[in-house]
């Protein structure tokens, strides 16, 4: 139904009067989406309630909307303990890859004590030589000894970081696999919870050359199937191969073995060089990736499972961008790919084939890769909004669909989440309030074809939307805005997640950062319908971009370059977006964010400071700063996007854990607290608390504290 435009602006959630809110009450109904059965329980005052397995005795969401989740799964319900009941699956394609692109995530889950499986897809069996590049010449290939060799380089890496020690030992067995082979399953003796799974599929053996036994030519069809490399003293007792349908099977069934409640996998879609067209990262990388999100497609309509989030981590180029972590995190990640990388030459592994790989020895740095972690995608911190009657809405991405949590105004218990309607939706939404109350989300989904039968499977992604038919109400089908890319060929259909600004006519310009590093929008028109899109300019623009509106009505959009900040602004309220303009910021770690100043026009843009991870800020009232860049001394480290507005910080602390505090004049000392759960994506900070995913699957609420 049409809803004629009251033509205000209302109030965003970073923009309201603040009004702390010091507990969190029982009871409340999902208006539009969901109804409650059972009996209400009172939660922590950190952890919002939500939607419990059936027989459990406590609140569990109903189904009032089409859109609610039918039956929340297990490991969907309220906490009162504080801890996050996570299980945590990585999904990598060679052994090291978790080591140099997920640290200090990986780490930080293994402390937490929660159950994690790292599963690696390949061999990793290279050329065969474990040798360092000044003894390869005289080393006997050996592919089945090379293999072993970083098994038990990753076997000491997870050992030590669970338990410090580098030989605390691990149990070896082989299973079966629901694509009919067998795999390796290690369980660490004294953590039991840690696995390691190896597939041990045959690897590309080139980052960008034509292999076509390899994941990259069973995705495209050029063979009917991909042969094993076992390792040397596997117990896996024979070789296997697997056709495309039966790798899909096999990641899916282990997703079902470990039911987890949070996936680690790399990025499907790293882009290619303009020039020479050839991937930014490793082959096996990108269609990795893309059999995980096949798996995890298939995996999703799994009925009783618990609620899976998803996270990509960039590989390869990270190397020309700048660093994330400060020393002493950068330092600890370094240590542990030394373990793996044998450096010492102790030979405590008890195998003639080596206790590491040697040819990581040579640099166990990476190319700069174990002084930074980054995410491609999702770090949006314009995930929660306020409704005209006060409520709060929560959005983010599980199984696949928009999750959906509402708080009714007044302080009321959080409900859900709900489940709505479409598949594919990838990690990463922002979301906006339109002029007349209503709300609308946008993100990104993945169109997957034909990975089940012969031949090249598709693969494409889009940008889509959904907006509630009314103010409050449920939110309409999902409608598609296309894409900027012409296929997936020239850039592996490599966008960043959409940022948005809303106009006082309520109409949208959606942006996003195109395969050639530009800033690419799109615009809605006055009768509802949409221009094409339209590269805006800039060059050599990274990560996502993020757009803020002032108190004013004008529009703000800013974007990362891995040396400085570009800006675009919309200087009348309803004029066009005008850029972009080199605003003479220093380097950033590319994560942005940006709210509208309370108490005055314009916007402040936040980010955190190279190889720090200290918190910086800046005031914008149009293109150019208008203030110099605020240093905030006392900062927590961390890395990712900096959530501020309405007197509240929220960050990522080094620890991993959720991290806040109260600011005011530029320059003071924030006084920080943490809240000690692991989350993913970005916080959202508000007037009223902080919200964060956490990796259990939870909306986890902070309130602000008067």
């Not at 069973?218 to 007792?237: F, N």
């Not at 007349?436 to 989300?441: M, N, Q, S, W």
């Not at 007037?687 to 902070?702: K, N, S, Y």
Request: proline letters at 8%; aromatic letters at 6%; a neutral charge.
């Amino acid at each position: 139904m049409s809803v004629p435009l009251r033509r205000r602006l209302l109030p965003s959630r970073r923009r309201a009067v603040a009004t702390a809110v010091t507990a969190v009450l029982a009871g409340g109904a999902f208006a539009g989406l969901l109804s409650t059965t059972g009996t209400p329980r009172t939660p922590s005052a950190h952890t919002a309630p939500e939607a419990k397995g059936p027989g459990a005795g406590t609140t569990r969401a109903g189904t009032a909307d089409p859109g609610a989740d039918p039956g929340a799964g297990a490991g969907a319900g309220p906490r009162t303990d504080g801890k996050a009941a996570a299980s945590v699956v990585q999904i990598v394609a060679h052994p090291d890859d978790d080591l140099f692109f997920m640290n200090p995530d990986v780490s930080q889950s293994l402390r937490s004590g929660n159950p994690l499986a790292a599963v690696y897809l390949t061999a990793g069996e290279s050329d065969g030589v474990n040798a360092r590049p000044r003894d390869a010449a005289v080393t006997a290939p050996d592919k089945a000894g090379y293999a072993e060799a970083r098994q038990n380089g990753i076997r000491a890496a997870y050992a030590e970081m669970a338990t410090g020690s580098r030989t605390s030992p691990w149990d070896r067995t082989a299973v079966p696999t629901a694509g009919g082979g067998s795999a390796e399953l290690d369980t660490l003796r004294a953590k039991p919870q840690v696995k390691l799974v190896w597939l041990q599929l045959r690897e590309a053996g080139s980052i960008n050359g034509y292999r076509p036994h390899s994941l990259s030519g069973l995705w495209h069809g050029r063979i009917a199937a991909l042969e094993s490399q076992r390792s040397a003293g596997t117990p896996v007792g024979a070789d296997f191969s697997y056709t495309k349908e039966q790798v899909v099977a096999t990641v899916a069934g282990l997703l079902d073995r470990f039911r987890p409640t949070f996936v680690r996998m790399q990025d499907p879609t790293p882009g290619t060089y303009p020039k020479t067209g050839r991937l930014r990262d490793h082959q096996d990388h990108l269609y990795g990736a893309r059999f995980a999100q096949a798996a995890l497609a298939r995996y999703a309509r799994t009925p009783g499972h618990p609620h899976v989030g998803v996270q990509n981590y960039l590989g390869y180029p990270t190397s020309a961008l700048p660093h994330t972590l400060d020393p002493e995190t950068a330092g600890a990640k370094l240590k542990t790919l030394e373990t793996y990388a044998w450096l010492d030459g102790v030979h405590d592994c008890g195998t003639v084939a080596g206790c590491g790989d040697l040819k990581v020895a040579a640099r166990p740095g990476g190319r700069g890769w174990t002084q930074t972690v980054r995410y491609a995608r999702g770090t949006s911190t314009s995930w929660v909004q306020r409704d005209e009657d006060g409520g709060l809405y929560a959005f983010s991405v599980l199984d696949g669909r928009l999750a959906v949590w509402r708080s009714p105004s007044g302080g009321g218990a959080w409900r859900g989440p709900a489940l709505l309607p479409g598949s594919g939706l990838d990690s990463g939404v922002t979301s906006a309030v339109l002029p007349d109350g209503r709300i609308a989300v946008y993100g990104t989904r993945t169109l997957l074809t034909g990975v089940s039968g012969p031949g090249a499977a598709g693969y494409r992604r889009q940008v889509v939307a959904t907006t509630q038919t009314e103010p409050g109400g449920s939110f309409g089908p999902w409608r598609s805005l296309g894409t900027p890319e012409r296929d997936d060929e020239s850039g592996t259909s490599d966008i960043s997640a959409p940022a948005v600004t809303v106009d006082d006519e309520g109409l949208a310009t959606v942006l996003l950062r195109d395969s050639r590093h530009r800033l690419t929008a799109r615009e809605q028109h006055a009768d509802g319908g949409w221009g094409p899109w339209t590269a805006l300019g800039g060059t050599d623009v990274y990560g996502d971009p993020v757009a803020a509106t002032d108190a004013a009505g004008r529009g703000y959009v800013f974007a990362s370059t891995p040396r400085t900040v570009l800006a675009w602004a919309r200087p009348v309220a309803g004029g066009p977006l005008t850029g972009p303009v080199r605003t003479g910021l220093p380097a950033t770690t590319l994560a942005l964010s940006a709210s509208a100043e309370p108490d005055g026009e314009g916007v402040r843009l936040w980010f955190r400071k190279p190889s720090s991870g200290d918190l910086r800020s800046v005031d914008f009232s149009g293109p150019d700063p208008v203030s110099p860049v605020t240093d905030l001394p006392g900062g927590v480290a961390g890395f990712g996007p900096v959530s501020g507005g309405d007197g509240l910080l929220a960050v990522r602390s080094r620890t991993g854990f959720l991290a806040m505090a109260p600011h005011g004049r530029p320059g003071a000392r924030p006084v920080w607290t943490q809240e000690p759960f692991l989350f993913s994506g970005a916080p959202d900070a508000g007037a009223e608390g902080v919200a964060a995913i956490g990796l259990d699957g939870r909306l986890h609420w902070t309130p602000a504290r008067g």
